[in-house]
């Protein structure tokens, strides 16, 4: 109950520091949202390294605990393009992969060092952040495929219903162009990003399917919980 409880009030926390930047300092709303995408995905990668149950009740399954956090990174690839547009989306996902490149750069390089003789957590820090050259590749390559897509599938859309959009009659809340168009970016993203990242990384050494069930699912449901907040950012901008 309460990582549900921490989840929306992270969320909550993010929406809000975003709208707030981007209206009151707009020169720094695109480097805000560019930090926070890189900090989502950074938290993704160690987080993925712990694996948890999901019990809907009548069924269980397995995933990383990074499926919290992959939702948030769809979103804000969402947050930047709608304010800041597709090419800019692409420079900002572009970015972010480079940070990625740097992390595991930097995580080989004092791996290689030798520990003190007193540092007892050895094993564990080998455990936690011993990365297989297999697995950093399924990373960047399912993050590359899935971001640059979601923003174009997003932009697309965009366009396609913008003027829909633009003489919907009703409340944003419930704008149903805004919310498809967060939704079907976010399912093309997460489920590709399935797909591509455990065929990569376990095919041959684990059983997949039970993975790519365990990822699809855990992932697309938090994803959709997590697009009133992008509705909810898109109503704000507006005021």
Known sequence: MFVWLYWIITLTIATYASVYVIKKMPENGFTVLTAFYVVYLAASQVLATRIIVFDLGFYSFYAPAAVFIYPFIAQ????????YGERRTHISIFIAFATQVLFVLFIGMVSNLSPAPFFELEDAWKSLFGLSIRITIASWVSFMVCSNLDAWVFASLKKRFFEKEKNFKHDTLINPYIWLRSSASDIVNLTLDSLIFVF????????????????????????????????????????
């Open 76 to 83: 804000v690839v969402d947050m930047i393009n709608e304010v």
């Open 200 to 239: 990569i990384a376990f095919y041959g050494v684990m059983p997949v399917l039970p993975l790519f069930i365990g990822q699809l699912i855990s992932k697309n449901i938090i994803g959709f919980l997590d697009n009133p907040w992008f509705v909810l950012y898109k109503k704000m901008l507006e005021k």
